[in-house]
């Protein structure tokens, strides 16, 4: 990970490819607004047993990245959580973007990330566009 990225940094984090063209372009706005550099990451098992399915979610998270003018990086890791944390400590983003949680597993990673560092607004996108900035004393 290049760390000369450190300073005003918008981190986005996808995995979801039919969401990932939202929730990136929204969040360069909000990198925008902020006037910070954007960074696109996606966390991905090490493991898969559909490489076809990987391969194409791949090329439609890297596709909105470069649509954004921004680079996708991509962790693999089994332990989406500690990868996560380990990416904030790195690049130190002023904020996160992530798509709106589907299921529990998903508000369990926004509400580890909250946990993790408090100061660190996050926002949600809806399939919209639309941008939710979470409480930070949630």
Do not use: H
């Amino acid at each position: 990970m290049d760390k000369t990225v450190i300073g005003k940094t918008v981190l986005v984090w996808i995995t979801n490819p039919a969401a990932c063209e939202i929730i990136v372009k929204t969040g360069k706005k909000i990198a925008e607004e902020l006037n910070a550099e954007l960074m696109v990451a996606s966390i991905q098992q090490k493991i898969r047993d559909n490489w076809e399915t990987t391969v194409s979610d791949l090329e439609a998270l890297n596709k909105a990245s470069r649509n954004a003018n921004a680079e996708l990086t991509v962790i693999y890791s089994d332990n989406t959580f500690e990868a996560a944390v380990k990416t904030v400590r790195e690049v130190q983003p002023i904020a996160m973007v992530t798509g709106v949680p589907g299921n529990l597993r998903k508000n369990l990673f926004i509400e580890q990330l909250q946990n993790f560092d408090k100061d660190v607004p996050i926002y949600t996108i809806d399939s919209r566009g639309n941008a939710l900035k979470l409480s930070q004393n949630t």
